[in-house]
């Protein structure tokens, strides 16, 4: 055996050689042939290329990528990894350059491929919206809506000591949410060579298992910390002695300047200067912005982490392997099979001024400089209680030292509720707590509703059904479908003000950063503190609560009509149009503000963030373990494994974790003779 390639029923690849270059070349040739379109989009991605191959759609994420210089980066952090992880790139990217018998793929391009899913992951686009609230709408605009990042939040996980389970032994169970991809952005793998033998996710494009893993004796999830490593600073530029340059702290200094051409398919090639500043690269057309990030201020990707992870075999090895990790940073939840349970935040933040953390911050002012590197990363013991559960919250003060902005804590209270009820959990049923879908923010509006004088009888029964609904968001709740309506109503309304209309041109930063900056949402994120804060704004919001019960009433459908899986595919994420995806549309319960956190958009019939993964890994043994994607193991369309996991990842039911070689080979070849056999 020089290396072999099993796949399971669901088309799920287990890959096997005899050295860890050898296993990383046919984990590489494997993901060319099962998701080579999502690859190819994402390595296209990463050196600002897509344009040349999507045409114009392409051009505002390109300018992105090379002004941020992400392929630049990645070669940067290529250069500083140990030889082994170097030659463990090579091997992998060899893989795919043989299976598409071409050398497109550099040894650093899964850096670039993993920056490309995390960058807009962090901190930065949520200050573009903060600093428009402050300069548009002021202080009383800050206090009424939200600048919680909404696509950071929404994942949980949670880890069980053995005194809090059926067979003894710890369990770790999560589900990760990101926008809906198909392909799904996450691929189930499973990895084995002499030194290791490991199941888990990983970045298609990306080699190992990075975030969801378990090696048989230690296993670990994660979710988003909401750590604050991304700093924007407006940059002055001036030509200076025939030098463009930019005042910093300490004066002004010569910046680098260069001409780069973004050729367009079907188009005239575009030329854009490129820019970077002593802080970081200036990333938009509008201003001159300098982004600054952990990683760029490193010129480290945490790639280091990566064997060190597969070769762990307790939370101790975990966590030294993690002291690599850079970005994004993360809530990590570990356990092993001697029972040590531990959840440690693992990253880089730097020491700089807090008010860094708030906005678009002066370049030229000495005290936004950062100073260092946050020493002290918060750790979460199980204690008493036996568990560990993140949900992006923060959990304890010493979070302040790593952001000032987090997810509420009602979905990490809730998780807490729901496993506290029993201390049998098993493999089998852990998922359950992260599959409940009861509306968690509603309490503030709903007894806004409840408090209003004098409603229509048509507005009334509206709020008798509100009154005895049980919250859950399911896809037949009336209760939902009531709640719902009301909610869109509120958030209409809302947007139509003076105050908010302010805020209407979400464009301003271009199209890709409207989600940071989309009005409707961002509102309908904020009810609870509009609901106190909006008269501050001279919204008259009891006027608003009663236009939006009244006008409900007129447009009150299930919440399964309004909440279907709306997975993106890669060309929709550029506007063009694409192939449907099978399961498109089916309703999904849950909410925003669930713990199955399948998102909500204003003004929208689709769902198109949640779990894109679930997962339970048993300590106790290893193949009783359960996982689901979204969709299926493959990117082909059309394929039987393109969407075969949808059910089971939908109710929670989740797949048997098989890592048994002898019983994958059985199964293998049990599978093939029935195949044969029809084929006959």
């Known amino acids: 055996m020089s290396s072999e390639v099993i796949h399971d029923a669901f088309g799920i690849p287990h890959i096997r050689a005899d050295s860890l270059e050898e296993l990383a070349f046919a984990q590489g040739?494997?993901?060319?042939?099962?998701r080579a379109a999502q690859i190819e989009l994402e390595r296209l991605r990463s050196e600002g290329g897509t344009a040349a191959h999507l045409g114009p759609a392409g051009l505002e994420w390109d300018r992105f990528s090379r002004r941020a210089g992400i392929d630049a980066l990645a070669q940067r952090a290529f250069d500083t990894v140990d030889d082994e992880t170097r030659d463990f790139l090579v091997a992998f990217t060899d893989g795919i350059n043989v299976a598409f018998r071409d050398r497109r793929w550099m040894p650093w391009t899964p850096l670039g491929v993993f920056l490309v899913q995390q960058v807009?992951?962090?901190s930065y686009p949520s200050k573009l919206w903060r600093d428009r609230v402050a300069r548009r709408l002021g202080p009383a605009g800050l206090r009424a809506l939200s600048v919680e990042p909404p696509a950071a939040a929404g994942s949980n996980a949670f880890a069980l000591t053995g005194a809090r389970t059926a067979t003894g032994s710890p369990i770790v169970a999560g589900d990760?949410?990101?926008?809906?991809?198909?392909?799904?952005?996450?691929?189930?793998?499973?990895?084995?060579?002499?030194?290791?033998d490991v199941v888990g996710f990983t970045f298609p494009g990306v080699p190992g298992i990075q975030h969801f893993g378990h090696t048989g004796s230690v296993a670990w999830g994660l979710t988003n910390a909401m750590g604050d490593y991304q700093d924007l600073y407006a940059e002055q530029l001036e030509v200076r002695d025939g030098v463009l340059s930019a005042l910093g702290p300490d004066g002004w200094a010569p910046v680098e300047v260069r001409e780069e051409t973004i050729d367009v398919l079907d188009d005239e090639p575009e030329v854009i200067e490129v820019v970077v500043t002593e802080r970081g690269p200036i990333v938009f057309d509008d201003q001159p912005v300098a982004l600054r990030t952990a990683s760029y201020a490193l010129g480290d990707l945490g790639f280091g982490a990566l064997l060190p992870l597969l070769r762990s075999r307790s939370v101790t090895e975990v966590e030294a392997a993690l002291e690599h990790w850079v970005e994004p940073l993360n809530n990590w939840v570990v356990a092993d099979t001697a029972g040590v349970v531990r959840h440690r935040v693992a990253g880089r933040v730097p020491e700089r001024d807090l008010a860094n953390r708030f906005g678009i911050v002066p370049a030229a002012e000495p005290r936004h400089v950062w100073t260092g590197w946050v020493d002290e990363m918060p750790v979460v013991d199980p204690g008493d209680q036996g568990r560990v559960v993140t949900a992006n919250e923060r959990t304890t003060p010493a979070y302040d030292a790593i952001s000032s902005h987090f997810a509420e804590p009602w979905r990490a209270d809730r998780i807490s509720q729901l496993l506290d009820e029993r201390d049998d959990w098993s493999a089998d049923d852990a998922i359950r707590?992260?599959?409940?879908?009861?509306?968690?923010?509603?309490?503030a509006l709903?007894?806004?509703?409840?408090?209003?004088?004098?409603?229509?009888?048509?507005?009334?029964?509206?709020r008798g059904t509100l009154a005895a609904w049980d919250l859950e968001m399911a896809v037949d709740s009336p209760g939902a479908a009531v709640f719902n309506a009301v909610r869109e109503q509120f958030v209409h309304h809302l947007c139509g003000t003076g105050p908010l209309q302010r805020l209407a041109?979400?464009?301003?930063?271009?199209?890709?950063?409207?989600?940071w900056l989309s009005t409707a949402s961002r509102v309908g994120q904020s009810i609870p503190q509009l609901l106190v804060h909006g008269h501050e704004l001279d919204i008259d919001v009891p006027a608003l609560l009663r236009a939006s019960l009244e006008a409900a009433a007129t447009d009150v459908r299930p919440w399964g009509?309004?909440?279907?899986?709306?997975?993106?595919?890669?060309?929709?994420?550029?506007?063009?149009?694409?192939?449907a995806v099978p399961v498109a549309g089916v309703p999904l319960p849950g909410d925003a503000s669930s713990v199955a956190a399948n998102g909500w958009i204003p003004g929208t019939d689709t769902a198109v963030r949640g779990p894109v993964a679930r997962y339970v890994w048993d300590l106790a043994d290893r193949d009783r373990s359960r996982w689901a994607v979204p969709l299926g193991s493959s990117g082909v369309p059309g394929s039987p494994h393109e969407a075969d996991q949808f059910e089971?990842?939908?109710?929670?039911?989740?797949?048997p974790v098989t890592t048994d070689w002898k019983v994958l080979r059985e199964d293998a070849a049990r599978r093939s003779r029935t195949t044969t056999e029809q084929d006959r």
Not at 446 to 462: C, D, F, N, R
């Open 29 to 34: 040739h494997e993901m060319a042939r099962a």
């Open 176 to 196: 990760p949410h990101r926008v809906f991809e198909a392909p799904n952005v996450y691929l189930q793998t499973h990895l084995a060579c002499p030194d290791f």
């Open 433 to 443: 707590p992260l599959t409940d879908v009861r509306q968690l923010g509603a309490e």
């Open 446 to 462: 709903l007894e806004a509703l409840a408090a209003l004088p004098e409603v229509s009888p048509t507005a009334e029964l509206l």
């Open 648 to 655: 089971a990842w939908a109710s929670g039911t989740l797949l």
């Open 120 to 122: 807009q992951f962090g």
């Open 505 to 515: 041109d979400v464009d301003v930063h271009g199209v890709m950063h409207r989600p």
């Open 561 to 579: 009509e309004r909440h279907g899986f709306g997975p993106l595919t890669g060309l929709a994420q550029f506007g063009l149009d694409d192939e």
